[in-house]
């Protein structure tokens, strides 16, 4: 049995270069807590934000001059090693993912966890690699399409952003609510973009879509690129421009559209549901999963001891889905 793990310390916020490796004493779970071997952890956009400490209205959550939580990582899949006398949910041996929420920490080679906290098995026609990466992209986009709006067959909803962690799961869940989806990304993303359902895949170096006349039901700017301003004009009565990347611009919007208009802008911070919320929405998930209807689109993978140029890559701003640490 090892005595100790390894995970990544943020001990202040910065570019890539402030993680530093670390070696813990391995933990013993509580009667409540499960001790997990991690198999795999996602390295998200949202991750690099919280290194950097970016928002900095977010420092409330984070820390207000440094990470208050020391270690990096979010997401992870891996298999349950120990369990507390309490727990029934799940027992030594058992496959696993799920997210740490702010406890942080996930992109170790150990991590102990509330059982009830927002992690359930993995199916085995998901790969750890992929399982890590559900809770970034996926549950994002799947909480953005059926619950801060209920996307309906035949809406047409443009998602802004179609090749990133967000866009590829929004494409593939919008498609498969039956909606009419428009996506965009550079040209080398677009074919991808029709494979994963859209019916049309916009090159936006070429074309706005936003200003062509056409009208949609749902704008989702995944990556906080546009605004409802601009959107505004390509949104059907009724509509919604939605983004999960809050600044004042939106605060505004979505406080004013809450009281005046029949167009809303919209933001929910997904990662920060409670636990039952994200096991169900997981669940959901895992049904189209097992009726081949999603899978996460996988970019690069890097071992966790090269968690800083994974970091780097994901700074670049052009990851095409996911990217994991093994
Ligand atoms: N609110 C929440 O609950 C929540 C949860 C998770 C994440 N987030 C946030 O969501 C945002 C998106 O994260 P992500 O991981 O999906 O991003 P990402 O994977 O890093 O996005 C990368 C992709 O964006 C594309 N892209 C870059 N500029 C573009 C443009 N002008 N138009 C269209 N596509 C463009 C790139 O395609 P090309 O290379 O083809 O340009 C690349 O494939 C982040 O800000 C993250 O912090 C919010």
Redesign the pocket.
């Known amino acids: 049995m090892d005595t100790t793990f390894d995970a990544w310390a943020v001990r202040r916020y910065g570019g890539p270069n402030v993680l530093a490796p670390v070696t813990r004493a391995l933990p013993t779970p509580a009667d409540g807590q499960v001790l997990i071997r991690v198999r795999a952890s996602a390295v998200?956009?949202?991750d690099g934000?919280m290194r950097a400490g970016i928002p900095k209205w977010a420092r409330p959550f984070l820390g207000f001059s440094k990470p208050r939580a020391e270690l990096a990582g979010t997401c992870f899949s891996g298999e349950v090693i120990a369990a507390g006398r309490a727990v029934t949910r799940f027992q030594p041996g058992d496959a696993v993912f799920g997210e740490v929420g702010l406890q942080f920490g996930a992109n170790a080679s150990h991590i102990c966890l509330d059982a009830e906290a927002s992690l359930v098995k993995k199916p085995d026609t998901l790969s750890h690699e992929e399982a890590a990466v559900m809770c970034?992209?996926a549950l994002?986009s799947w909480h953005f399409l059926t619950r801060v709006v209920q996307l309906k067959p035949a809406d047409k909803v443009l998602i802004?952003?179609?090749?990133?962690?967000?866009?590829t799961a929004a494409v593939q869940f919008a498609a498969t609510l039956g909606a009419q989806v428009t996506a965009?990304?550079?040209a080398?993303?677009t074919e991808m973009l029709e494979t994963l359902g859209a019916s049309r895949a916009v090159d936006?170096r070429v074309e706005n879509p936003l200003e062509t006349g056409e009208r949609f039901n749902v704008v989702f700017d995944?990556?906080?690129?546009s605004s409802f301003k601009a959107a505004k004009p390509a949104l059907l009565e009724q509509g919604h421009y939605i983004c999960?990347?809050?600044g004042m611009g939106l605060l505004r919007d979505m406080l004013c559209t809450a009281i005046a208009g029949t167009k809303r802008a919209k933001?929910?911070?997904?990662?920060l549901e409670k636990p039952a919320l994200h096991r169900t929405e997981l669940a959901e998930i895992l049904d189209l999963v097992k009726e081949q209807r999603f899978l996460p689109v996988m970019d690069r993978t890097y071992p966790l001891s090269d968690l800083v140029d994974a970091h780097h890559y994901?700074e670049t701003?052009?990851?095409?889905?996911n990217v994991v640490v093994v």
């Open positions: 998200s956009r949202a934000m970034d992209g994002t802004l952003g179609g090749s990133g962690s967000l866009g965009t990304s550079s080398r993303n936006y995944t990556l906080g690129i999960p990347v809050l933001f929910a911070a997904a990662g994901v701003g052009r990851k095409r889905g």
